[in-house]
């Protein structure tokens, strides 16, 4: 292939799929964590539940699937990440109310990790970019000491 040929495939000339394909921009939409991709069926089977389990989670109002245009339920990654942090704590024995309790104060857990690790990589940062400080038995103003 020619330098001017491939110049073209790289820019979508050569009728390639390039970056406002909508091919493109459905595969991307996968990779979205929030794009409700998966119907009920097979978010029950990926988590190993059944769909009545997906039901009570939206039915009590814990979980929020996005409904297609005909009424029926699409989970995201990010809702079936949730249903299955709730499935364990509610196979632990918890009650939906308490595991809800609980998913939430972890993830604010998490979050306050993150950020005193962001505010310590911070300090660390400013400190090693500010000069070097003298030891307080050094005084400036005297030769040799």
Same mark, same amino acid.
């Given at each position: 292939?020619?330098?001017?040929?491939?110049?073209?495939? @790289? #820019?979508? /000339?050569?009728?390639?799929?390039?970056? !406002?394909?909508? /091919?493109?921009? /459905?595969?991307?939409? %996968?990779? #979205?964590? @929030?794009?409700? +991709? =998966?119907?009920?069926?097979?978010?029950?089977?990926?988590?190993?539940?059944? /769909?009545?389990? %997906?039901?009570? %989670?939206?039915?009590?109002?814990?979980? *929020?699937?996005?409904r297609s245009?005909?009424? *029926?339920?699409?989970?995201?990654?990010?809702?079936?990440?949730?249903?299955a942090r =709730?499935?364990?704590?509610?196979?632990?024995? *918890?009650?939906? $109310?308490? +595991?809800?309790?609980?998913?939430? %104060? !972890?993830?604010? =857990? +998490?979050? $306050? &990790? +993150?950020?005193?690790?962001?505010?310590? @990589?911070?300090?660390?940062?400013? &400190?090693?970019?500010?000069?070097?400080? !003298? $030891?307080? #038995?050094? #005084?400036?103003?005297?030769?040799?000491?």
């Open positions: 292939m020619s330098s001017d040929a491939r110049r073209a495939a @790289d #820019d979508g /000339a050569s009728g390639a799929p390039g970056p !406002q394909d909508p /091919a493109t921009d /459905a595969v991307r939409r %996968l990779d #979205d964590p @929030d794009f409700p +991709a =998966l119907t009920m069926s097979q978010a029950a089977a990926l988590l190993g539940v059944q /769909a009545a389990f %997906l039901r009570s %989670l939206d039915g009590s109002g814990v979980l *929020h699937p996005h245009p005909g009424g *029926h339920r699409r989970y995201s990654r990010h809702q079936l990440v949730l249903a =709730l499935r364990g704590l509610l196979d632990e024995g *918890h009650p939906l $109310a308490s +595991a809800e309790v609980i998913v939430g %104060l !972890q993830d604010e =857990l +998490a979050d $306050a &990790r +993150a950020s005193n690790d962001r505010l310590r @990589d911070t300090v660390d940062r400013l &400190r090693s970019d500010r000069p070097e400080e !003298q $030891a307080p #038995d050094e #005084d400036p103003s005297t030769p040799g000491g």
